[in-house]
């Protein structure tokens, strides 16, 4: 399986960005997925997470802000980042839910006016 991280970039405070994980096999129907991400300077972090029944959950720093989904026909993981903060500028990484899987490159997420 090969989790590839995509769609970053560079937006303003209160902007809107949409990230894609696409995956080699199809996975996402049958384990539970997450989203995580590492600040500079700082350890990695959990984001959110889908299981397998569909059922997500965010950190408390993202929740009402970020939106985790799926495609299954298109093996493809979601995360729609809304009203983004300084604070979210990192490095955006999916991977299984706990991320036993190496971790692929990520996509950057920088968020500065």
């Known amino acids: 399986v090969q989790l590839q991280a995509s769609g970053g970039g560079l937006v303003q405070p209160g902007g809107s960005l949409r990230l894609s994980c696409a995956a080699s096999?199809?996975?996402?129907?049958?384990?539970?997925m997450g989203w995580y991400r590492q600040a500079p300077g700082k350890e990695r972090e959990w984001v959110a997470r889908m299981s397998s029944g569909g059922n997500t959950d965010y950190a408390d720093s993202v929740k009402g802000r970020f939106t985790i989904s799926r495609d299954g026909a298109a093996n493809t993981l979601y995360l729609r980042m809304n009203s983004l903060q300084s604070e979210d500028t990192a490095i955006y990484y999916c991977n299984f839910v706990p991320p036993y899987y190496p971790w692929g490159q990520g996509t950057l997420v920088t968020v500065s006016s």
């Open positions: 096999g199809s996975i996402f129907s049958r384990n539970t």
